[in-house]
T-cell receptor
């Protein structure tokens, strides 16, 4: 079993839709949870991070962490064609330990 | 913002030859650099962690004699794939950290696509 599971997609939505991207994980030691956006043939770009459980909002993006269920989500409101990319979740244990464990990424396609 | 560059962005080499990939932090000093490999439709897999002036720490299953990592300065790390074979064809991505920020503050380079023929 992989430490982090993520549906690879693709997930196709029309412009303006609310997008929900999710990851599950098995290691209860994970404390920091990140979402990265990766355009084709480019390096990942950090979108949001969350420490422990809870919600965090940044513009059109909301990250949720439910540690009891080992489940994290990224919501994108009013999706735009420019949001079309692969979204990777990543997580790590804690301060001073910077090894990131990534999901496979979900490819998102937002059509005009 | 923090910028990390990689060179080359794309390289084709023949089986049996060696290839060097450079990773540079352009506007900050990177005490730690990470090297990842990403196969199509798969997640980024950490290969090794390097601290400036120290030997790299390799992840389990990564051959240190095949993937030579040098982190000789605070702005440059290199990955050399020695005696490359077609199965080494992949997307190699580095990231860099100043070591002073939060745990999530790793800045990724744009990646290098290696094709071994």
């Amino acid at each position: 079993q992989k430490e982090v599971e993520q549906d690879p997609g693709p997930l196709s939505v029309p412009e303006g839709a609310i997008v929900s991207l999710n990851c599950t994980y098995s290691n209860s030691a994970f404390q920091y949870f990140m979402w990265y956006r990766q355009y084709s043939r480019k390096g990942p770009e950090l979108l949001m991070y969350t420490y422990s459980s809870g919600n965090k909002e940044d513009g059109r993006f909301t990250a949720q962490v439910d540690k009891s269920s080992k489940y994290i989500s990224l919501f994108i409101r009013d999706s735009q064609p420019s949001d079309s990319a692969t979204y990777l979740c990543a997580m790590t244990r804690g301060t001073g330990f910077q090894k990131l464990v990534f999901g496979t990424g979900t490819r998102l396609l937002v059509s005009p | 913002g923090a910028v990390v560059s990689q060179h080359p962005s794309w390289v084709i080499c023949k089986s049996g030859t060696s290839v060097k990939i450079e990773c540079r932090s352009l506007d900050f000093q990177a005490t730690t650099m990470f090297w990842y490999r990403q196969f199509p439709k798969q997640s980024l897999m950490l290969m090794a962690t390097s601290n400036e002036g120290s030997k790299a720490t390799y992840e389990q299953g990564v051959e240190k004699d095949k993937f030579l990592i040098n982190h000789a300065s605070l702005t440059l790390s290199t990955l050399t794939v020695t005696s490359a074979h077609p199965e080494d064809s992949s997307f190699y991505i580095c990231s860099a950290s100043s070591g002073q920020g939060a745990i999530y503050e790793q800045y990724f380079g744009p990646g290098t696509r290696l094709t071994v023929t």
